[in-house]
């Protein structure tokens, strides 16, 4: 926004415009690295474990396996406007190592409902 403020106080001169496009690419740049981040990190549940990998920059990724067994207790949030329209929540897996946070999950009720069945099926 401050970029076009300034282009359009000053619409001759060259180097405000190409600092707001310098700018711009920068932001398109810094989303397409979240979103590569946030696209290559996946979960995966069976009937046995739970499997979170995840995308930690270009060249690392880290994953974690976790047992059924394990999971002491499973809690889910929605928080804002926002997350609440769409759908959106935060699950916390409680285990007696840590806590597997998965966050931005689209229906976050049905899943905490189907891993709340899995868990009490063992």
């Not at 290559?40 to 976790?66: A, P």
Request: glycine share 10%; net charge positive; hydrophobic share 50%.
């Amino acid at each position: 926004m401050i970029g076009v403020g300034l282009t359009l106080l000053w619409p001759n001169n060259m180097m405000i415009f190409e600092t707001f496009l310098v700018l711009i690419l920068v932001g398109v740049l810094g989303f397409l690295y979240s979103y590569m981040l946030w696209y290559f990190s996946i979960y995966i549940v069976t009937n046995q474990r739970i499997r979170q990998i995840s995308q930690r920059g270009l060249f690392k990724k880290s994953v974690v396996d976790l047992g059924l067994d394990k999971i002491q207790s499973i809690s889910y949030g929605v928080s804002g406007i926002r997350a609440g329209l769409m759908g959106y929540g935060t699950i916390v897996i409680q285990t007696a190592v840590g806590d597997l946070v998965i966050s931005m999950v689209k229906n976050s009720e049905k899943i905490y409902n189907d891993l709340q069945n899995l868990i009490n099926e063992k």
